[in-house]
C-alpha cells in the first residue's frame, strides 16, 4: 500500500508555470508505475500524464502534450508535474495517482491508490 500527498497548486495567470509534488510512503514507490489525473468542476476525472516505474516512459494526454512533464525520482518517493504555458481550461483539482500495472495506465479508474488532490486555478 502507498499513501500520497499532493502540493505545490495554487493560482497562476495564464502562460504561467506551476510544479507539482507528489510524496509517497513506504519503501515500494520504485514498484508503482505514477500518474496525475485531472478534475476540472462538474466534469470527471481526466487522465493527464504517467510515468513508468524506473522513469524511463512516460505518456500525456493529448491537451497537455508539449506543456507539461511529468517526472520522478524514486530516491525521494516523489513523482512531479511541471506545467508550463498553463490556460485557463487546466483549471481543475491535480491528483496523484498509483498504480501496480505494467503498462500504460490512462484511465482514473485503472490507478488504486490516490492522494487528496491539489487545486490549480489559471486566470485569464
Known amino acids: 500500500q502507498v499513501q500520497l500527498v499532493e502540493s505545490g497548486g495554487g493560482l497562476v495567470q495564464a502562460g504561467g508555470s506551476l510544479r507539482l509534488s507528489c510524496a509517497a510512503s513506504?519503501?515500494?514507490?520504485?514498484?508503482?508505475?505514477m500518474g496525475w489525473v485531472r478534475q476540472a468542476p462538474g466534469k470527471e476525472r481526466a487522465f493527464v500524464a504517467t510515468?513508468?516505474?524506473?522513469?524511463?516512459?512516460?505518456y500525456y494526454a493529448d491537451s497537455v502534450k508539449g506543456r507539461f512533464t511529468i517526472s520522478r525520482d524514486n530516491a525521494k518517493n516523489t513523482v512531479y508535474l511541471q506545467m508550463n504555458s498553463l490556460k485557463p481550461e487546466d483549471t481543475a483539482v491535480y491528483y496523484c495517482?498509483?498504480?501496480?500495472?505494467?503498462?500504460?495506465?490512462?484511465?482514473?479508474?485503472?490507478?488504486?491508490?490516490w492522494g487528496q488532490g491539489t487545486q490549480v486555478t489559471v486566470s485569464s
Open positions: 495517482a498509483a498504480t501496480a500495472a505494467v503498462v500504460i495506465v490512462t484511465r482514473p479508474n485503472q490507478y488504486s491508490y
Open positions: 510515468i513508468s516505474r524506473s522513469g524511463s516512459n512516460t
Open positions: 513506504g519503501r515500494t514507490f520504485s514498484s508503482y508505475a
